[in-house]
């Protein structure tokens, strides 16, 4: 990789100021600027594929293509500069130039292609495929808008359209001859011919796909990976005709009919047209996708038949499980290839990563729905269907209940995560208990029957990202301890900081570190948010999407017992708090957004009662977003990890707090285990219930009611709920879900059966952190055990026990 001064990136910067902006530097704004230096990164990045390609002409290692409906990228700059090497080029020119980087930095719009750990999780994955050196391509659609901005108007969320694109299409390569037909509807037609069955669509409305590819950097390497995200357009051209007349929207209805495929993220399901949207976008995107994959790989091979052998489909959560039945069809109707033949390469090319264990997630498509918009590939299902429950009836003995339990179609509905059990020649779980829970309840008959496909790899992080890039003062204290950067690329070097557990100065430094970030954005939340943060205060963040399980609401109800002690006890000596919320809650998912809306009443009362003063406060950060998180984490002390045991599948904030040095309250849930097996009972805060004891409680009769009874501070607690907070607002409904439930059972997440030892648990950090040297070095203990939490780790247990790709010299440190 040619190296870059701070000459030739001013040269490069002006030149892209004229020759894109018809600008000089004194007529340009930062705007202006940022799309400059986003050109001239795009470039580099560019140059260094094509160097690349011509080193390496023919790639004959298995490629991976990383399908996701979800790739929640952030921003791009800092992170395109950081892995290319230049960043401090970058700055010095922008400098001369009479820009502060920061500035530029700010000015670039989050991409926000996804919803939260699973958009994450595939961004951080392909940041660590590419510094592997590993050869990979991420696909998703192109969405104009993105998850939606959030507003809090009168405390309630709002949701307004995020038009990222506006500057962020920087970034995209169109590559319009690579478009791809996908088709909808229509009728299919069997005809035999040479005494061969042929089937074709007829009648199919065709959308285009349009490949629009960002370049992705690794750092430190001449390898360039590529997402490609694809976007929707009409064939049709709009007619004239109709347009001459005055009927403008009837002219242009067939392109708003394609593009509204790619408009917008997630629709909400509530309704046929939501669901139908939903089901179209993600067989726009795979079926392209696949279509684009072995497009390549026949004209380079001449066949498909060892498609397998040179690529692996992993798919991300069931949401690109059509990719099974469409290629399939691609090699079934296109290649003319006989069933066991196309069987086979699919069940070797196809891998799958379940991301849920709650039942109401898996997702399940009406079947009237998917026959009617998908005739060819629900044909198929079919077939796919019939063989499989075949196989299950004979490998059980002719049981029909696990026919009915294992069946892809059955009662009117097509079950995508029991297509991918059946197809896939991998299922992962991301943690160590979420896998376990899948072999043992979630899909235990699929493991009987096939314990050979079931493997665990545990999500990681990009510490390069959340870590280096984020917490720069950090990163310099543990290259100055460790006497290198080689964490960066050997992220469990960073247990080398243990022999520093008990070096007071070290302590101190990393206790200034914290609350030097906690001033820092102390002083961007007075910016951005115009509230004024305590620095004082212990920071005690929870910030996820917003989800019952996850339980924000626990976490209220803590922060009114302590509002409670405030006003009744006046022996109670506070340890002084800020707590501070971060969430997004689906459009229509109502309970969530009440949720919301009771965060901001207590909000408002508790930070206008003088009793409260310098002592409790609490803030929901608006529009929680990947650049906000990369500004709170290295300034958190506490990390809220407290869903109901058994129901997260992973997390990935809870390893990203955990690196920045925040101390884990939680529950033996997710990742948290793994947590606790590397840094041991004495280095977070665990409380509640068990996944066993969960189950068991549940299974034995729970009843809320007891511990509302048997518990004055949890009844003054709910009993408050119910009369509000002075804002006109009765939360009567939120608990009464959790005293008699309404539409489902009272407080389905054991909430008050957890509440006592959350209280306990809060009440232990409270102390210690009245001992800076003791929660210093608890943290330190954090830091230096979160290597094993890095995306470099699960990549390469990917490449090594799924993926079955050979790892070469950068990939194999450990």
């Not at 390898?223 to 002219?251: E, F, I």
């Not at 904030?653 to 529950?667: P, V």
């Not at 219930?689 to 009844?715: F, R, S």
């Not at 648990?761 to 290597?787: D, F």
Request: glycine letters at 6%; proline letters at 4%; aromatic letters at 10%.
């Amino acid at each position: 990789m040619p190296i870059y001064t701070k000459q030739a990136m001013k040269t490069a910067l002006v030149a892209k100021l004229r020759h894109h902006f018809g600008r000089e530097v004194s007529e340009a704004n930062a705007l202006h600027l940022f799309k400059a230096s986003a050109l001239v990164l795009r470039d580099i990045l560019s140059e260094t594929q094509r160097v690349r390609n011509d080193q390496i002409p023919t790639q004959d290692k298995r490629q991976v293509h990383y399908l996701s409906l979800e790739f929640l990228l952030g921003r791009s700059l800092l992170k395109n500069a950081y892995n290319l090497g230049v960043l401090e080029p970058l700055q010095e020119a922008l400098s001369e130039l009479g820009y502060h980087l920061t500035d530029i930095l700010e000015s670039e719009p989050d991409a926000g292609l996804g919803n939260g750990g699973l958009g994450r999780l595939a961004a951080c994955y392909l940041d660590s495929m590419t510094t592997l050196g590993i050869p990979a391509t991420g696909y998703s659609i192109c969405y104009e808008l993105g998850i939606f901005k959030q507003k809090i108007i009168d405390g309630q969320q709002m949701e307004l359209a995020d038009s990222w694109m506006n500057l962020g299409d920087v970034w995209l390569i169109p590559k319009m001859d690579e478009v791809e037909e996908v088709q909808f509807g229509g009728t299919v037609e069997e005809y035999w011919e040479n005494g061969k069955l042929h089937v074709s669509l007829k009648d199919a409305t065709t959308v285009l796909a349009i490949p629009k590819d960002m370049n992705i950097s690794g750092y430190h390497t001449n390898q360039v990976n590529t997402l490609r995200l694809w976007d929707a357009k009409s064939p049709v051209p709009v007619d004239m005709s109709l347009y001459s007349c005055g009927d403008y929207l009837k002219a242009v209805e067939q392109q708003a009919m394609a593009e509204v495929i790619a408009k917008v993220l997630y629709p909400d399901d509530n309704h046929y047209e939501g669901k139908s949207l939903r089901l179209k976008q993600q067989y726009f995107f795979v079926s392209a996708t696949v279509q684009s994959i072995t497009r390549k790989h026949r004209a380079q091979y001449g066949t498909l038949r060892n498609f397998h052998e040179k690529h692996v489909l992993q798919i991300n959560d069931t949401h690109p499980a059509i990719v099974i039945p469409e290629l399939m069809r691609i090699l079934l109707d296109v290649e003319g290839y006989d069933w066991e033949t196309a069987w086979n390469i699919v069940t070797q090319t196809v891998a799958y990563t379940n991301h849920t264990v709650l039942s109401e997630a898996l997702e399940r498509w009406p079947q009237r729905l998917f026959e009617t918009l998908l005739p060819r590939v629900f044909s198929i299902l079919c077939e796919i269907n019939h063989r499989f429950c075949q196989s299950v009836y004979c490998f059980f003995q002719g049981d029909p209940s696990k026919v009915q339990e294992m069946a892809i179609v059955w009662g009117n509905e097509v079950r995508m995560a029991n297509l991918c059990i059946a197809s896939c020649f991998a299922v992962n779980g991301v943690s160590a208990l979420h896998t376990k829970i899948l072999k043992q309840d979630t899909f235990q008959n699929a493991y009987r029957m096939m314990p050979q496909k079931f493997f665990n790899v545990t999500n990681g992080i990009d510490h390069r990202r959340w870590l280096a890039q984020s917490n720069p003062r950090l990163h310099n204290l543990i290259c100055s301890l460790t006497g290198s950067d080689a964490y960066l690329l050997q992220p469990n070097k960073l247990r080398e900081l243990e022999r520093f557990a008990s070096d007071p100065s070290v302590l101190e430094e990393l206790g200034w570190i914290k609350q030097q970030n906690k001033l820092d954005f102390a002083a961007f939340a007075q910016k951005e948010y115009h509230i004024t943060l305590n620095p004082h205060a212990i920071f005690d963040v929870q910030v996820k999407r917003l989800h019952e399980y996850k339980r924000q609401l626990l976490n209220v109800l803590h922060i009114l017992h302590l509002y409670d002690r405030l006003q009744n006890d006046p022996t109670f000596d506070m340890v002084p708090r800020t707590f501070l919320f971060g969430a997004k809650a689906a459009p229509g998912y109502l309970i969530a957004k009440q949720i919301i809306r009771l965060i901001c009443s207590v909000s408002s009362k508790i930070n206008a009662d003088p009793r409260c003063k310098d002592k409790l406060q609490v803030f929901f950060l608006e529009n929680y977003r990947v650049s906000l998180a990369e500004k709170l984490m290295p300034a958190s002390e506490i990390s809220e990890q407290i869903s109901t045991a058994g129901k997260e599948a992973s997390g990935t904030g809870n390893m990203k707090f955990m690196m920045n040095g925040a101390l884990t309250i939680g529950t033996l849930d997710g990742a948290n285990v793994e947590m606790h097996e590397a840094i041991g009972p004495d280095n977070m805060f665990l409380f509640g219930l068990t996944a066993e004891e969960v189950a068991h409680k549940k299974q034995q009769g729970y009843n809320p009611y007891m511990y509302y009874n048997h518990n004055d501070a949890l009844k003054r607690v709910l009993d408050q709920l119910t009369i509000g907070f002075g804002d006109g607002v009765s939360y009567s409904e939120i608990a009464n879900r959790l005293l008699i439930g309404e539409k489902g059972p009272a407080d389905e997440y054991m909430l008050l059966a957890d509440f006592d030892a959350y209280v306990k648990a809060h009440q232990k950090a409270a102390e210690i952190y009245r001992t800076p040297q003791l929660w210093n070095e608890m943290a330190l203990h954090n830091i230096a055990q979160s290597g094993i939490f890095a995306a470099d780790r699960s990549i390469r247990t990917y490449a090594s026990t799924i993926w079955r790709i050979p790892l070469t010299e950068r990939t194999t440190y450990k």
